[in-house]
């Protein structure tokens, strides 16, 4: 009964980065792994993790967004390799002192600068590019 009791709390527990940056860092002190963890190791193994994660997707060309053809394990997979490669980010920023969900902010914005709506709207190109010509049919509302 205390099992499933603490089992419901974790369950309502929120998710945050802030509280996975500090379950890294116990999960890496309580191993005494700390000294491993330099900003080159780190970026090393999260290139690692997007490479697994990559190997997932190889072969199966394009996928629907839900992947509604995908076998239960196979989601569960996927979603263990999307938390190594959100781990190993996470644990990246905190050793490199940066504020992952500050930065994450900042960067939609200044996203949202470089690809204004106006100029963006249904246009895949590259930020540089909405300016031109070949463009004209999204700076111009046209479907």
Known sequence: MIGAAKQGAMEEERVTL???KKK???FAKERDWEKFHSPRNLLLALVGEV???SE??????EVPKGLPDWKEED????????????LYLIRLSDICGVDLGKAA?????????????????GSSNKYS?????SNSSSINGGD
């Not at 989601?75 to 959100?86: C, F, N, P, Q, Y």
């Not at 590019?129 to 010509?133: L, P, V």
């Open 75 to 86: 989601k569960t997979h996927l979603g263990e390799e999307l938390s190594d490669v959100l």
């Open 51 to 53: 490479g697994e994660l």
């Open 18 to 20: 802030d509280l996975l």
């Open 56 to 61: 997932i997707f190889q072969w199966r060309g």
């Open 24 to 26: 890294m860092d116990n």
């Open 105 to 121: 902010l900042r960067k939609i914005e200044l996203n949202a600068l470089k690809y204004p709506v106006n100029l963006s709207k």
């Open 129 to 133: 590019d909405a300016n031109t010509s």
